[in-house]
């Protein structure tokens, strides 16, 4: 292009339109790209549970994580090169790691590394917490990881709630933590323990997390309301950290003597599945769970493990 | 040095004080995540408090050093500043409001950038009046009160009244403000005002904070200052001349200032440039008989005298300066108000009968008197607070406590893992705890009770959980019991009905917070069974 000679008008204007014509036209041949029908690329797959155990004395968290990932076929299953990944853990409470309220450090920096490895472009760590967002980054440990593996902490705020169609059964119109709608791929990251209504909060409540506006009132129709989320935010795969759970006096808990430790990992691409597994650990039966119940009914998922691919890791 | 330096001297102490004291305001929160050293917190367990030294400016203030000497029987930490002040006072006079005083310098350059007042009438305004005897009066007033037990200074102490303005009016008013745009600009249909606005978020987050910060009544402490600001129109530095009783105090010690005023009556051309440049109407004018006690050392007659009829020096010969102008009545106004008020302030029986049921203080707080007598009211638990409970007074805590701080449950809660407060509180009115001993001994604030008329279980309406979800005491303070209610229309309904278990109950209001029923909360939190009181207690 020639930049000593002044532009006339005519030829701006006209310069101005070819451009614009150029950009309708890519605009218009990437259109047919995005309204493919979705049934053309799904091709009915079979789901997999794989619990990863730790038996030895002084094993590594991180290379439990690891393994279990190695033996789903490996990250690079879940995640692509240039893939924005976003981690949901489950950091509600400005709690210490070894009240078992959170998800372990150890737990989420190896999912981080794994993602990185995979050659994800950014992964970033969402939750909107319930105690003050800066306290439980700080305490949980999630801030500390974040530090070392370089990823991004998410700041919940009320810039980033927007509201969206759910459609679910009972919630409509709801306001939602959007970089978890925006990622490339979500993992699911919930720690294991108890709940006074839920009797449970494993991965599929985990998304009451990724929720704002009156998210309270969720509690009024628990299990609809969970089954209601995990239709809607569904996570490339879900990881729940069962290294100690918390038995009682949960969500919040606040005492280590109701934590126990089971040393577990147990990752899935079905949310049902994977919540019927940790059910399991808790000495409860999936069936006899509300929400694991329903959202079987409702087709998220199974918890009749002979359909599945199981696998075991132990170390 | 010339003169001619040692005021633009003047001029860029005063912008590196006033500098600081907006850094320390912005410091006065948890840093945001992008700057939080984690691994402090995670690795010792050590509390999480501020980096920066934010209460810096109170301890350099001798009015709230003297007062919560004379009223809390007690040093403040770091009081030596203040003590500093006075015998930097002692050799050259007010410099602390010349100099230091970043409220001062909002007045000084108010007041200079765009005067109010043209020539003569400047000059007018600048003769010195009997009006200036006020902060003597308000000075003596505050001392005998203090004296007695009733330690009202902060409503008037130039550092706790900018604080307390800037932080719980003038910063979240402007926060408050850029949010909502940019929350606009973020649901906006337009991809590129949605990165606009996350880009001005990250810039302008770490000052104003990701939530709104919102104050009650912090609109009356906004507005008292906007007026504070405008009378700088009628005169200027208003405050400093008339009103200040930290400027009072200085005046007082600055009686024996070897730093004098020297005046060649000879030389004067009567321009009256002096007069009109005079920030604190101390008769600078040959012909007037200097007042130490009003000058604030800003050097500007010296300055600006184009005779050279004007000059500061230092005495060498031991001589006191003029007395400064107190007046008889303003000091036996100041005594008899000093002596009455403290007394009319018990008058509601706040302090001594009944305790407001929801004048629940910071975790911490000494019992009520002892309280009242140090809290400087300067807003800057309020500041601190992550959760934005602690909120100032209007009249739960009586006259004798305005603007003390106090939760409001359905604005915060206090968060079980935190004492941020106490560690900031410049007078030590709430404990420097930590918060293994707000949890173990424990300090309760407070307690629970269940609304059973709108609580929703109770009332038959829909199963509901949350209050003993989110309590966080082990074990919990709420606890459930499985019942069959009889819901609309007759239906059999099972829920868990809430029961508060006061023994364990903290009173940290959590459950007020985030409980469904808005508006009044279903649960509610009051201020019986505070640890901190002997007598507001409700179990054996």
């Known amino acids: 292009m020639n930049f000593d000679r002044p532009l006339t008008r005519r030829e701006s204007i006209r310069k101005l339109f070819r451009w614009s014509g150029y950009v309708t036209l890519a605009g218009a041949t990437q259109w047919p790209l995005f309204t493919l029908p979705d049934a053309w690329a799904t091709e009915a797959k079979k789901g997999f549970i794989i619990e990863g155990r730790g038996q030895t004395d002084g094993f590594s968290v991180k290379d439990l994580t690891r393994k279990v990932f190695e033996a789903a076929g490996g990250i690079k299953r879940f995640v692509s090169r240039g893939d924005v990944v976003v981690i949901k853990p489950n950091i509600s409470w400005a709690r210490h790691p070894r009240f078992a309220a959170t998800t372990h450090p150890e737990v989420l920096s190896a999912v981080i590394e794994l993602c990185q490895e995979a050659g994800a472009k950014r992964v970033r760590i969402a939750d909107n917490t319930i105690h003050d967002a800066r306290r439980c980054f700080a305490i949980t440990g999630a801030g500390k990881v974040a530090k070392e593996t370089g990823a991004d902490l998410i700041y919940p705020r009320s810039s980033l709630m927007r509201n969206m169609k759910l459609r679910g059964n009972r919630l409509d119109v709801w306001p939602v933590f959007i970089p978890l709608v925006e990622a490339d791929k979500v993992i699911n990251l919930p720690v294991a323990k108890h709940h006074s209504l839920s009797t449970l909060t494993l991965g599929m409540k985990n998304w009451i997390g990724a929720v704002d506006g009156s998210r309270w009132s969720l509690h009024q129709d628990i299990n609809q309301s969970i089954v209601d989320l995990a239709q809607f935010f569904q996570p490339a795969v879900t990881l729940i950290d069962a290294i100690r759970i918390m038995t009682k006096n949960g969500p919040s808990g606040g005492s280590t003597d109701y934590v126990a430790i089971k040393n577990t990992l147990i990752l899935s691409d079905d949310p049902v599945a994977a919540d019927a597994r940790a059910s399991m650990l808790f000495g409860l039966k999936p069936e006899r769970i509300g929400f694991i119940h329903l959202a079987q009914k409702g087709g998220l998922g199974t918890y009749d493990f002979s359909k599945l691919e199981n696998k075991r890791v132990v170390m | 040095m010339k003169i001619r330096h040692l005021v633009w001297l003047r001029r860029i102490i005063q912008t590196f004080f006033l500098c600081l004291f907006l850094f320390f305001l912005v410091e006065s929160r948890l840093s945001q995540d992008i700057y939080v050293d984690y691994s402090i917190a995670f690795s010792t367990e050590d509390d999480i408090r501020l980096d920066q030294p934010v209460t810096f400016f109170f301890q350099l203030d001798p009015l709230i050093g003297l007062t919560s000497l004379l009223s809390g029987h007690r040093l403040i930490p770091g009081f030596l500043w203040g003590f500093g002040v006075l015998l930097i006072t002692l050799f050259l006079g007010r410099v602390f409001c010349g100099f230091i005083?970043?409220?001062?310098?909002?007045?000084?350059?108010?007041?200079?950038?765009?005067?109010?007042?043209?020539?003569?009438?400047?000059?007018?305004?600048?003769?010195?009046?009997?009006?200036?005897?006020?902060?003597?009066?308000?000075?003596?007033?505050?001392?005998?009160?203090?004296?007695?037990?009733?330690?009202?200074?902060?409503?008037?102490?130039?550092?706790?009244?900018?604080?307390?303005?800037?932080?719980?009016?003038?910063?979240?008013?402007?926060?408050?403000?850029?949010?909502?745009?940019?929350?606009?600009?973020?649901?906006?249909?337009?991809?590129?005002?949605?990165?606009?606005?996350?880009?001005?978020?990250?810039?302008?987050?770490?000052?104003?904070?990701?939530?709104?910060?919102?104050?009650?009544?912090?609109?009356?402490?906004?507005?008292?200052?906007?007026?504070?600001?405008?009378?700088?129109?009628?005169?200027?530095?208003?405050?400093?001349?008339?009103?200040?009783?930290?400027?009072?105090?200085?005046?007082?010690?600055?009686?024996?200032?070897?730093?004098?005023?020297?005046?060649?009556?000879?030389?004067?051309?009567?321009?009256?440039?002096?007069?009109?440049?005079?920030?604190?109407?101390?008769?600078?004018?040959?012909?007037?008989?200097?007042?130490?006690?009003?000058?604030?050392?800003?050097?500007?007659?010296?300055?600006?005298?184009?005779?050279?009829?004007?000059?500061?020096?230092?005495?060498?010969?031991?001589?006191?300066?003029?007395?400064?102008?107190?007046?008889?009545?303003?000091?036996?106004?100041?005594?008899?108000?000093?002596?009455?008020?403290?007394?009319?302030?018990?008058?509601?029986?706040?302090?001594?009968?009944?305790?407001?049921?929801?004048?629940?203080?910071?975790?911490?707080?000494?019992?009520?008197?002892?309280?009242?007598?140090?809290?400087?009211?300067?807003?800057?638990?309020?500041?601190?607070?992550?959760?934005?409970?602690?909120?100032?007074?209007?009249?739960?805590?009586?006259?004798?406590?305005?603007?003390?701080?106090?939760?409001?449950?359905?604005?915060?809660?206090?968060?079980?893992?935190?004492?941020?407060?106490?560690?900031?509180?410049?007078?030590?009115?709430?404990?420097?705890?930590?918060?293994?001993?707000?949890?173990?001994?424990?300090?309760?604030?407070?307690?629970?009770?269940?609304?059973?008329?709108?609580?929703?279980?109770?009332?038959?309406?829909?199963?509901?959980?949350?209050?003993?979800?989110?309590?966080p005491t082990s074990p919990k303070a709420i606890y459930l019991k499985k019942e069959t209610v009889s819901g609309p229309g007759g239906k059999k309904l099972a829920v868990q009905l809430p029961f508060v278990d006061l023994k364990q109950c903290v009173g940290c209001g959590i459950c007020e917070n985030k409980c469904p029923v808005k508006g009044l909360p279903a649960i509610r939190t009051i201020c019986a069974g505070e640890s901190r009181s002997l007598k507001n207690q409700i179990l054996l």
């Open chain 2, 101 to 471: 005083c970043p409220f001062g310098t909002i007045h000084h350059a108010i007041g200079s950038i765009r005067p109010a007042l043209k020539g003569d009438r400047m000059i007018r305004a600048n003769q010195k009046t009997p009006g200036q005897r006020i902060k003597y009066f308000l000075l003596v007033f505050l001392l005998i009160g203090a004296i007695i037990g009733l330690n009202l200074s902060g409503l008037m102490d130039p550092i706790a009244l900018f604080f307390r303005s800037m932080a719980l009016s003038i910063f979240p008013g402007l926060g408050a403000g850029l949010r909502s745009v940019f929350d606009a600009m973020a649901n906006s249909d337009f991809k590129v005002l949605k990165l606009i606005s996350y880009g001005a978020e990250v810039l302008f987050s770490p000052v104003f904070g990701y939530n709104v910060q919102a104050y009650q009544t912090a609109w009356f402490i906004g507005l008292l200052f906007l007026i504070i600001l405008f009378l700088n129109r009628i005169r200027p530095r208003f405050w400093c001349r008339i009103l200040c009783p930290l400027g009072a105090l200085l005046g007082i010690f600055s009686r024996v200032s070897p730093l004098k005023l020297e005046k060649y009556p000879d030389r004067c051309t009567n321009c009256n440039l002096c007069t009109k440049h005079c920030q604190g109407a101390a008769s600078p004018h040959p012909d007037q008989i200097w007042e130490a006690a009003e000058c604030l050392t800003c050097f500007n007659c010296h300055n600006i005298c184009p005779e050279e009829a004007l000059a500061f020096f230092f005495s060498r010969k031991p001589k006191l300066n003029r007395k400064p102008d107190i007046g008889r009545r303003a000091l036996l106004g100041g005594i008899l108000a000093g002596l009455s008020i403290p007394l009319l302030g018990r008058l509601d029986g706040r302090m001594d009968k009944v305790a407001d049921p929801r004048l629940i203080r910071p975790p911490g707080s000494l019992p009520e008197k002892g309280f009242l007598e140090l809290c400087q009211r300067c807003g800057l638990c309020m500041k601190v607070c992550p959760s934005n409970a602690l909120n100032p007074t209007l009249g739960e805590a009586g006259m004798a406590g305005f603007w003390t701080p106090r939760l409001i449950m359905t604005q915060g809660y206090c968060e079980y893992t935190c004492s941020l407060c106490g560690s900031v509180c410049p007078t030590g009115a709430i404990a420097n705890i930590t918060t293994k001993e707000k949890i173990e001994r424990p300090i309760k604030i407070g307690s629970a009770y269940v609304d059973r008329g709108r609580c929703l279980p109770w009332s038959g309406n829909v199963p509901c959980i949350v209050c003993e979800e989110l309590c």
